[in-house]
């Protein structure tokens, strides 16, 4: 019983910020990496960031190094994706995921939509 509510996103003028939340349940937080991915409409899905189970080491795509920071509070089993410096092609749905099943785990995602 796995579950992923991404929330946080919302219509951000470019060179904004925003910081999007993932909220886990069903599974034991501590023991996973935790990443998140965007989509936008018509095209795949996109890696953005990765941090480790204990929060110590942080990968990003090369599109989001510099301006995005991925973090985690194992205490209240959140992770956090604080995004600055937005811009129009960050606009995607946001989902954050785990290793803890195969399949992945989908939460509903959460819109970011970057304009003027």
């Known amino acids: 019983q796995e579950q992923l509510v991404e929330s946080g996103g919302g219509l951000v003028q470019p060179g904004g910020s925003l910081k999007l939340s993932c909220s886990a349940s069903?599974?034991?937080?501590?023991?996973?990496?935790m990443y998140w991915i965007r989509q936008v409409p018509g095209q795949g899905l996109e890696w953005v960031s990765i941090v480790s189970n204990g929060g110590d080491r942080t990968y990003y795509a090369e599109s989001v190094k510099g301006r995005f920071t991925i973090s985690r509070d194992n205490a209240k089993n959140e992770v956090y994706l604080q995004m600055t410096s937005l811009r129009p092609d960050d606009t995607a749905v946001y989902y954050c995921n785990t290793f803890a099943r195969a399949q992945g785990v989908w939460g509903q995602g959460t819109q970011v939509t970057v304009s003027a």
């Open positions: 069903g599974f034991t937080f501590v023991d996973y990496w």
